[in-house]
């Protein structure tokens, strides 16, 4: 938050979008790479512009010294998108460009799903879908209880919502006073075999989480300035935040968004051509 104070609100704004913007060309990147594996492209391509954000301006972060007991943490619930949570971790400068385009590769630690690796800055393993939450809220009580000040970031989701354990632990956060906890709700509306609306509708996803005691706003998921707003202010009572991200699955290219194929199809060769055509005109 330094940064803020010495730069206008629209000079970190662009930073940020201009940070989102070399994470889709390594995502582009790294999707190649692998080849005929999938990446999750869709899903990981709604939460860039979060994760470019938390990693790019708000979160409190030291990469020489990754064990820094007061660094904020951040937990990929939805622990399959890593394409937007890898290549965020890239610009801050635990991972090279080099370890970034290994993504997948025999040897690799850049698997399909998170795997804790402190050192490179993931800082939990995560990929059955539920977890998250509740493994945030652990890392929350014990930044209390030690006298921290660091926050936990969660990333959920909206699919994901469908699990009990995400509504057992969303009942337990206020009943702790967690307000150095902070949920993100990917809203992108789908989920691996269809619209949510169809197979499990979550509805007013803000009622909800208000019932269940959080403060609790909704944003654009993909207007930088909404998300940063929101997660620089102070906070003042005792109530965990959730944020209700509406975002666009597979956001930033034309093949992708709002494509639910893009959950799991691999990228092919014109797909990437076509990728770099769209980000150099952006």
């Known amino acids: 938050m330094e940064a803020c104070n010495m730069e206008s609100r629209e000079q970190v704004i662009r930073k940020i979008e201009e940070m989102a913007g070399r994470m ?20 990981g391509m709604s939460m860039v512009e979060i994760t470019a954000t938390l990693y790019g301006q708000i979160m409190n972060l030291d990469p020489a010294d990754p064990e820094w007991a007061d660094r904020d943490r951040f937990i990929l619930s939805k622990g399959h998108s890593v394409l937007g949570y890898y290549t965020a971790l890239a610009e801050v400068g635990y991972i090279s460009q080099e370890e970034l385009l290994q993504y997948g590769q ?10 804790m690796n402190r050192e490179k800055g993931i ?23 030690r006298g921290k000040n660091y926050r936990v970031y969660v990333l959920l989701g909206d699919g994901e919502c469908n699990e009990g354990s995400v509504w057992e632990a969303a009942m337990a956060a206020p009943n702790y006073k967690l307000n150095n906890l902070v949920a ?18 979550l509805g007013d996803a803000a009622a909800k989480w208000r019932a269940f005691g959080w403060e609790t706003v909704e944003v654009d998921g993909h207007n930088v300035g909404e998300i940063f707003d929101v997660l620089s ?24 968004e709002n ?10 060769e014109d797909n990437y051509e076509i990728g770099l055509q769209e980000i150099s005109e952006k």
């Open 184 to 201: 993100i709700i990917d809203r992108n509306n789908f989920q691996q075999t269809g619209a949510n609306q169809d197979i499990m509708s």
């Open 233 to 256: 202010q102070e906070r003042l009572d005792e109530k965990p935040l959730a944020i209700i991200a509406h975002t666009i699955k597979g956001k930033g290219f034309s093949f992708s």
């Open 106 to 115: 025999h040897g690799s630690f850049l698997h399909g799903h998170s795997i």
């Open 24 to 43: 889709r060309r390594n995502a582009l990147e790294m999707a190649l790479v692998v080849g005929p594996g999938s990446t999750h492209f869709g899903g």
């Open 123 to 145: 800082e939990f393993s995560n990929g059955s879908l539920g977890m998250g939450l509740a493994l945030g809220i652990g890392v929350a009580v014990a930044g209390k209880k």
């Open 259 to 268: 494509n639910n194929l893009w959950h799991h199809t691999a990228l092919s």
